[in-house]
């Protein structure tokens, strides 16, 4: 991966191999495989390199989000924004 001074998002090498793969199946939603097709999850991570949600609740929310955005926008309720809030594990 590569990265310049003035870009804030880290990009792989065009030749490179991407270490995980993201998939959507309508029926099923999100799913993350790592290149050797081990399972793995998505997170949150915050400024400071700190996980502060991961699993199947955040696979579930990003889902969400997606799948009520492009519904809105299908209906003409193009809003700018969507929310969704991974449900929370209780303590």
Known sequence: ???T?????TQ???DSQPAC??????YE????RTNDGRRAT????DADGRVIASGRD???AAWEAAV??????LVGQGHLRTLVKPASKAD
């Open 68 to 73: 009520k955005a492009y519904r809105d926008f």
């Open 21 to 26: 793969l993201i998939t959507a199946v309508s």
């Open 42 to 45: 998505l997170a949150v991570v």
């Open 12 to 14: 792989p090498e065009p």
């Open 58 to 60: 955040v696979e579930h």
């Open 5 to 9: 001074s003035d870009e804030s998002v």
């Open 29 to 32: 939603g999100l799913s993350v």
């Open 1 to 3: 991966m590569s990265t």
